[in-house]
């Protein structure tokens, strides 16, 4: 993930998408929702360590980076400005968790192999 991919708003997922890829002779599908993800906007980072639906190679340590990023920032904020900047930089950190969340994790799948299934009309 590259910072470019942090704040790809226009490339957010808007839709489902099924994502699929053949391991060990067996299809592994994916589900991708295209709607905020209100868990990660509650949980950050610690929704995407601890939740079994979003388990993929490398997952993790690309969403511990923007999360990572959001603290420093927090510090920064915090050190410089009142409270009440900090909570709202707190609120738009949240909303760009959310927001982009799921993205992040189809884009994950496409890098680990992943390919979207087409749907047949």
């Known amino acids: 993930m590259t910072f470019a991919d942090w704040f790809n708003f226009k490339g957010r997922?808007?839709?489902d998408?099924?994502?699929?890829?053949?391991?060990?002779?067996?299809?592994d599908t994916k589900?991708?929702?295209?709607s905020f993800n209100w868990?990660?906007?509650?949980?950050?980072?610690?929704?995407?360590?601890?939740?079994?639906?979003?388990?993929?190679?490398?997952?993790?340590?690309?969403?511990?980076?923007?999360?990572?990023?959001?603290?420093?920032?927090?510090m920064l904020v915090q050190v410089f400005f009142s409270t009440n900047v900090q909570?709202?930089?707190?609120i738009l950190g949240a909303v760009w968790y959310g927001a982009m969340f799921n993205t992040w994790f189809?884009?994950?799948?496409?890098?680990?192999?992943?390919q979207l299934q087409k749907v047949e009309a």
């Open 87 to 90: 909570l709202v930089i707190n």
């Open 31 to 34: 589900v991708v929702r295209g």
């Open 39 to 74: 868990l990660a906007f509650l949980f950050t980072w610690f929704f995407a360590l601890f939740s079994f639906r979003y388990r993929t190679p490398f997952f993790i340590v690309k969403t511990l980076v923007p999360f990572m990023a959001l603290m420093t920032i927090n």
């Open 106 to 114: 189809r884009n994950q799948l496409l890098v680990n192999g992943y």
């Open 17 to 27: 998408q099924v994502l699929v890829k053949t391991v060990n002779g067996q299809q």
């Open 13 to 15: 997922v808007k839709q």
